[in-house]
């Protein structure tokens, strides 16, 4: 199954979130391999207009009624979510992580997740821009994310 995050609404490539009050700059946001904290798919920078990342998943049933898995799935079974990391990209490239935003499968309605499993896809949107005007971080449940699949 595919998992698509579409991203709108970025917060822009600084935010006054650092040590001492230093903004953090030069920001991107991309999805977080699992058990990698320093490898990120497709990082986008925190200005751009939209982005999207997709995600090649297995969906089972399980003892828990549904499991996700793939290597950007992180958590147990039926604690399954995906990390959208921020972090600063220097001058070399290197990309380092100051926060993330997890997205929660178990938000996904069951009629969704049916859909989803039985056409191949599930689509989460959202925007990544907090109350604050910061990037967006914590849990990521409905309605903060809408997930849809094709024939929900």
């Avoid at 391999?33 to 990082?43: F, K, M, S, V």
Wanted: aromatic share 8%; with cysteine.
């Amino acid at each position: 199954m595919l998992v698509r995050i579409e991203a709108s609404h970025l917060p822009g490539r600084e935010c006054g979130l650092g040590p001492k009050g230093v903004a953090y700059r030069n920001i991107h946001v991309g999805v977080q391999r699992r058990d990698r904290c320093a490898e990120i798919l497709n990082p986008h920078p925190g200005d751009a207009l939209s982005a999207v990342w997709e995600l090649e998943v297995t969906a089972t049933a399980s003892g828990a009624g549904r499991d996700v898995r793939g290597p950007y799935v992180q958590g147990r079974p039926g604690g399954r979510f995906v990390y959208l990391s921020w972090g600063t990209v220097d001058e070399a490239g290197e990309f380092t992580m100051f926060r993330r935003a997890k997205l929660w499968f178990d938000g996904v309605a069951s009629d969704v997740w049916e859909a989803a499993v039985a056409d191949g896809l599930l689509v989460g949107r959202l925007g990544l821009t907090d109350a604050k005007g910061e990037p967006l971080c914590a849990a990521v449940r409905p309605p903060l994310i809408r997930w849809t699949a094709p024939r929900s």
